[in-house]
């Protein structure tokens, strides 16, 4: 299905400054530990500010993390409104054949609202006991885990819980999530190719693991934005937003508002609280900020580790970019903010050409692991460079017997390939000695390095954010056809 664009406005027009967005861009492109791959600003439902660092690029899927967690929930808003699904009920009820095997008390009480509160009772993450208890049937697994409290009583952030919710809902409608949520919400939003990662029980894994374009996130929240409805259309049930973006649960042990970060401030369904409105988000930056009190949502795609400090740059920049009224005499600003929109790319690998005299010595050259192992994942045990006829240069990865291709041209930004994944290199020499190649794995967020020394011929490998699943480097990208894994981190 062919998605209808948002309707598009200068950011003047929708009263908000393009001074401030610039300024926001300006400090994430300052931030170092900060890399931006998508921004896109709505405003009284109008898109008044997008783009892509290359070579990142719309409509591409990219990993979401646990911003799934969000399109989970909202599977189980629907399935509650079709008479599927009672968020009060046991979520032993649904699975009567653990009915026997499951006797902890605290976990035969917990309800489904329990699940979609991140409020099962236990103090901590569970997701490793769960799927190793049984791989076969991680809900069993997880209800295995006695509960250390009583259910509803403590928050932690806990995949299985978000597993339950999903397999729950994928039982109960005979389908996948992605299935289930296609006629009721992603064709009716306009969404279109989204992929979701499924376990060796065929289910998809619902806290994680569903790969969408920006695009889809800013649809969902702008109808969350605007109560479940789009344009005249209730997609979801009448007070669903309320109840999914209120705290049930404090995630600090203290329910209020006071001078806290923004992972403090309480937990809804499969929603957290924010400073200012609420939001879904994923591991390295991947967010859908809703907030009400300014009509407006912001749906960004990164890899970072300082998810907080991104938040707290959209507080600093963003929010007193949005004024109450329309402003005036802002063409100019808004010009230069398209026009800048429009150029956004990330720096590629450093370097320049290497010397024309050393260019032999590199060709054809092969690498073994600084210090005779790759310990940092992937583990790579082989890395060889040659010369292309064309002026490129190769890179090639050898990892636990697989091959993996990259091509580049040395000191002239990135090259982009949809094979063996969708990814793209960058690589230059600092020296006639020392050449750098960054890989970046365009359907997630992130961006692997790769430095080769010819002095010793040997090479380091690291990510500048680590995947939380171990796939080798030819599976990172967005499940296509029966794909299967294991547990993945949020």
């Known amino acids: 299905m062919t998605a209808h664009p948002f309707p598009t406005a200068g950011p003047a027009a929708q009263g908000v400054d393009a001074s401030g967005v610039h300024a926001f861009l300006d400090a994430l492109e300052a931030a170092p530990d900060i890399e931006p791959h998508s921004l896109m600003i709505l405003r009284h439902g109008h898109l008044v500010a997008a783009g892509w660092w290359t070579p990142y690029a719309a409509g591409r899927p990219h990993l979401l993390y646990s911003l799934s967690k969000s399109f989970t929930a909202t599977a189980a808003a629907l399935a509650e409104a079709e008479g599927l699904l009672d968020f009060d009920a046991p979520v032993l009820s649904y699975f009567p054949e653990f009915e026997a095997d499951i006797t902890d008390p605290r976990s035969r009480a917990m309800l489904v609202r329990h699940v979609a509160s991140m409020a099962s009772g236990h103090e901590s993450e569970t997701v490793d006991e769960a799927f190793a208890a049984d791989p076969a049937e991680p809900v069993r697994g997880f209800l295995l885990q006695p509960p250390q409290r009583d259910p509803g009583t403590v928050f932690a952030y806990n995949q299985p819980c978000t597993y339950t919710l999903g397999a729950i809902v994928q039982r109960v409608t005979g389908q996948t999530l992605t299935d289930y949520l296609r006629p009721r919400l992603f064709d009716p939003l306009g969404v279109g190719e989204t992929l979701w990662q499924r376990d060796r029980t065929g289910r998809e894994i619902g806290f994680s693991g569903l790969h969408a374009a920006t695009d889809a996130v800013a649809r969902l929240g702008q109808l969350y934005l605007d109560d479940g409805t789009w344009r ?5 049930p009448e007070g669903w937003v309320a109840r999914a973006s209120r705290p049930h649960i404090p995630t600090d042990g203290v329910m209020g508002e006071g001078d806290r970060p923004d992972s403090n401030r309480g937990y809804g369904y499969q929603f957290w609280m924010s400073r200012h409105g609420f939001r879904g988000d994923g591991a390295y930056g991947q967010f859908c900020l809703v907030l009400p009190g300014h009509d407006a949502v912001i749906a960004a795609t990164t ?16 929010l007193p970019a949005f004024r109450s009224g329309p402003l005036t005499g802002q063409e100019a600003a808004d010009t230069a903010l398209r026009e800048r929109l429009e150029r956004l790319a990330l720096p590629p690998a450093g370097g320049g050409p290497v010397p024309p005299e050393r260019a032999g010595d590199w060709s054809g050259a092969v690498f ?4 005779g192992v790759c310990g ?26 697989g091959r993996f291709d990259a091509r580049f041209f040395d000191g002239q930004g990135w090259t982009t390939a949809e094979k063996p994944v969708p990814a793209a290199a960058s690589g230059g020499w600092d020296d006639g000695g020392t050449l750098a190649v960054d890989l970046v794995f365009l359907e997630t967020p992130h961006r692997l390095r790769i430095t080769c020394s010819l002095t ?9 954010t680590r995947p939380l699943h171990e796939w ?18 949020p």
Do not use: C, I
Not at 303 to 318: F, G, I, K, P, S
Not at 368 to 371: D, F, V
Not at 378 to 389: F, G, K, Q, R, Y
Not at 472 to 489: C, D, I, T
């Open 232 to 236: 005249g259309e209730r997609l979801l």
């Open 303 to 318: 890899a970072t580790e300082r998810m907080q400090e991104y938040l707290d740059l959209v507080w600093r920049h963003l």
């Open 368 to 371: 073994t692991p600084e210090g």
């Open 376 to 401: 940092d994942q992937p583990e790579l045990t082989a890395a060889e460079v040659t010369a292309d006829a064309d002026g490129g240069w190769a890179l090639t990865l050898t990892e636990d017997g």
């Open 456 to 464: 010793d011929r040997t090479f380091r490998a690291r990510w500048l």
């Open 472 to 489: 080798p480097l030819n599976k990172l990208r967005a499940p296509r056809g029966s794909v299967r894994g294991g547990p993945e981190r």
